[in-house]
């Protein structure tokens, strides 16, 4: 089955590659290479990896022991300044770690620092542990949102999350995708929030979750979304093969409310899917 995605893939502008050619081609392979997070001003980069399928620890302990690489190369994930779009190098800082705080007997309570407020990029957030929260910086700004973003009382997991330090300041923040330096990528585009293109068979699991949602959405607070909701925001070849990457999103509240951003990987050959994979981002019930 063709894909599609030929009019994504193969439209992109040549750019510089980087880094040291793959061993493995796998899918599997190419996407523990491939991190999401933030960079922020002090030049830290926050990164977290994407779940495999078949892995059979949970979610938390798959994190936990993820190997790091000691390099990666970083990029925008899809902002357009030029400041943006250079290739950053990063060194392996520390992983982060959440904190189990006894409260009573039997009891322990799991508290997750809020990365933005680590980083001087917010005043207004509660909730979290704020032993390590620094002041607002107002000349910080936003080059569009925040992978961490989370709503007001809201407190994500951090553990696992990998810091690389960045020897590149500046006093802008965005969302990056990252590399392992043994993966070369080429051929890197920005695709502007293109719809991603769905296979037959996705489709169709469109179509039936629509048409479930109509027998419970009475009772439903939020209007969920779906796959057909994801727009495709970069794309990169894996040099020396007939591979690529295309990293998509979409946002959904789901039917109670509960916002999450989903980031999407697929890997290409030929235009045609071989993989796809998710790592879903909450942001808390709104």
């Known amino acids: 089955m063709n894909y599609l995605y030929v009019s994504l893939v193969l ?14 081609q796998e899918p599997d392979d190419i996407a523990a290479r491939v991190f999401l997070g933030q960079l922020y001003p002090s030049g830290n980069i926050y990164l977290k990896p994407f779940p495999l399928p078949g892995e059979s620890q949970s979610e938390m302990d798959y994190l936990k022991s993820f190997s790091w690489p000691d ?4 990029r925008a994930l899809s902002s357009t300044d030029p400041n943006a779009n250079q ?51 107002s000349q910080y700004q936003y080059l569009g949102g925040d992978f961490f973003y989370s709503v007001l009382f809201h407190c994500e997991p951090n553990e696992g999350v990998a810091i690389y330090k960045s020897s590149e300041l500046s006093n ?4 990056v995708m990252a590399f392992n330096t043994d993966l070369e ?60 990457i295309l990293i998509s999103r979409y946002e959904t509240s789901g039917c109670g409310g509960h916002l999450a951003n989903v980031f999407i990987p697929d890997v290409v050959k030929s235009g045609v899917l071989l ?5 879903v981002q909450y942001e808390g019930a709104v």
């Open 185 to 244: 990528l080429s051929e890197v585009e920005q695709l502007g929030g293109k719809p991603r293109p769905l296979t037959a068979d996705e489709s169709a699991m469109v179509r039936q979750q629509e048409l479930e949602y109509e027998s419970y959405k009475s009772e439903c607070t939020t209007t969920p979304k779906f796959l057909n909701a994801a727009t495709s925001h970069i794309s990169a070849n894996v040099k020396g093969s007939d591979l690529s």
């Open 11 to 24: 439209c992109v502008s040549s750019l510089p590659a980087f880094g040291v050619l793959a061993a493995g």
């Open 71 to 74: 390099r990666i190369f970083s």
């Open 87 to 137: 290739i950053r190098e990063g060194h392996l800082s520390s992983v982060m770690h959440d904190v189990h705080r006894e409260i009573g007997p039997n009891e322990i309570r799991l508290e997750s620092a809020y990365i933005p407020s680590l980083e001087s990029m917010s005043d207004s957030h509660e909730g979290c542990t704020k032993e390590l929260y620094r002041p607002r910086d």
């Open 172 to 175: 802008v923040s965005f969302t």
């Open 275 to 279: 993989a796809k994979y998710e790592l």
